[in-house]
């Protein structure tokens, strides 16, 4: 059974940074296409980032350059470091396989970017 587990979200002030991690279990793991997601209050999960299985990367284009997704296969962790957090960014963050698998969102974590 797959399952993702998010962790590292916080309250952080405009221009802070967080690194986020998610635990994955399950047997694919290194050979599934990973993501970020965000929802924000009254929409959907969009997609942040992405990392392929072999390790290129995909980002939003309004976000891109202030993100790092990253990936250990060892340990079955997939890591997303936001510097220079701004008001937009606030969310509940989650990951998932991409494209997501609707039965396996976690409780994923919050991040709110405020003064």
């Known amino acids: 059974q797959v399952q993702f587990m998010e962790s590292g979200g916080a309250l952080v002030q405009p221009g802070g940074s967080l690194r986020l991690s998610c635990t994955a279990s399950?047997?694919?793991?290194?050979?599934?296409?990973m993501a970020w997601y965000r929802q924000t209050l009254g929409s959907e999960r969009d997609l942040v980032a992405q990392?392929?299985?072999?390790?290129?990367?995909y980002y939003m284009p309004s976000a891109e350059g202030r993100l790092t997704i990253s990936r250990d296969n060892a340990n079955s962790m997939v890591y997303l470091r936001i510097n220079n957090l701004q008001p937009d960014d606030t969310g509940v963050y989650y990951c998932?396989?991409?494209?997501?698998?609707?039965?396996?969102w976690g409780q994923g974590t919050q991040v709110t970017v405020s003064s």
């Open positions: 399950g047997s694919d793991f290194s050979s599934s296409d």
């Open positions: 990392i392929r299985s072999y390790g290129s990367t």
């Open positions: 998932n396989k991409f494209p997501p698998r609707s039965a396996f």
